[in-house]
Nanobody
Framework: QVHLVESGGGLVQPGGSLRLSCVAS????????MGWYRQPPGKPRELAAA???????NYPTATKGRFTISRDNEKNTLSLQMDNLKPEGTGVYYC??????????WGQGTRVTVSS
């Protein structure tokens, strides 16, 4: 199975930018749709952005216009460019298969803190 490792999190001020990376140990071309998820402190995990194998992306209202998801199926990487970050963007960010994401598939994630 594909193993995913997230990186790039950190502390940023509101309005700032951050780019997250996800490196896969396997071939992500076998995954039809992937997503970046985030889990705010004390709240359930939620989808921040999703992308299909061919590159079509979808965003919820909370991130649309500010986040950009991309994937490189040859390098087996998934990225998330986050611009104009807001305090509610604080949380642990994870990358995963959009459809096959049972409890055992989640990694450590990367922590993002948006604060002054």
């Amino acid at each position: 199975q594909v193993h995913l490792v997230e990186s790039g999190g950190g502390l940023v001020q509101p309005g700032g930018s951050l780019r997250l990376s996800c490196v896969a140990s396997g071939n992500i071309s076998s995954i039809f749709a992937m997503g970046w998820y985030r889990q705010p402190p004390g709240k359930p995990r939620e989808l921040a952005a999703a992308i299909r194998l061919g590159g079509v992306a979808n965003y919820p209202t909370a991130t649309k216009g500010r986040f950009t998801i991309s994937r490189d199926n040859e390098k087996n990487t998934l990225s998330l460019q986050m611009d104009n970050l807001k305090p509610e963007g604080t949380g642990v960010y994870y990358c995963n298969d959009l459809w096959d994401n049972s409890d055992s598939t989640w990694g450590q994630g990367t922590r993002v803190t948006v604060s002054s």
